[in-house]
């Protein structure tokens, strides 16, 4: 199985940051990764699939960029409905696995 | 507007079974792919399986290969998921989702989930 690992697992940060989270596949994935937000007790939304296409519906201060083995999410300016926890998913391969998560934690 | 629903869950002894259903909405329903993908209780994602638009293929995660059954009627916007020699670690939130392509890729629409606890 490819191994989705993602940094840091908790980020802090304020209302305006920038933030950037990372994923790493343990072999090249090409650009099949997705982005999903995911808020306590409710179900992860999908953000960017294709490493870098926005989902319709999502804001435009989100944005992926990477292929291959390394994969970033850029929140351009943190907002205080963007504190929550992300995930990355592969699907070069039908083992389709998931990054464990990064949690945006309020500074 | 897509809407997927899934229910079915509860509390299982070690060993048993139990079904999960996921009535879907707003969509060409054979046209697409479903899956299911758990939430472990304060863990992360964990992809389960998938069955695509026709049904005829099917896929599993090590974890739950032999034991899982996905499968779907067209014919009702069914999926279902059949869980037997249920484990302790199975314990978790369910969630059936759509995916983007007859296939099965990403998954773009989620239901609200539904907890499976296996305890005695």
């Known amino acids: 199985d490819i191994q989705m690992t993602q940094s840091p697992s908790t980020l802090s940060a304020s209302v305006g940051d920038r933030v950037t989270i990372t994923c790493r596949a343990s072999?090249?994935?090409?650009?099949?990764l997705a982005w999903y937000q995911q808020k306590p007790g409710k179900a992860p939304r999908l953000l960017i699939y294709?490493?870098?296409t926005l989902e319709s519906g999502v804001p435009s201060r989100f944005s992926g960029s990477g292929s291959g083995t390394e994969f970033t999410l850029t929140i351009i300016s943190l907002q205080p409905d963007d504190f929550a926890t992300y995930y990355c998913q592969q699907y070069d391969s039908y083992s389709r696995t998931f990054g464990q998560g990064t949690k945006v934690e309020l500074k | 507007d897509v809407q997927v629903l899934d229910s079915g869950g509860g509390l299982v002894q070690p060993g048993g079974s139990l079904r999960l259903s996921c009535a879907a909405s707003?969509?060409?329903?054979?046209?697409?792919?479903m899956s299911w993908v758990r939430q472990a209780p304060g863990k992360g994602l964990e992809w389960v399986s998938t069955?695509?638009?026709?049904?005829?293929?099917?896929y599993y995660a090590d974890s739950v290969k032999g034991r899982f059954t996905i499968s779907r009627d067209n014919s009702k916007n069914t999926v279902y998921l059949q869980m037997n020699s249920l484990r302790p670690d199975d314990t978790a939130v369910y969630y059936c989702?759509?995916?983007?392509?007859?296939?099965?890729?990403?998954?773009?629409?989620w239901g609200q989930g539904t907890l499976v606890t296996v305890s005695s």
């Open positions: 707003g969509f060409t329903f054979r046209s697409y792919a």
């Open positions: 989702a759509k995916s983007d392509t007859l296939g099965g890729n990403y998954f773009d629409y």
């Open positions: 069955v695509s638009g026709s049904g005829t293929t099917t």
């Open positions: 294709k490493a870098s």
């Open positions: 072999r090249g994935i090409n650009s099949w």
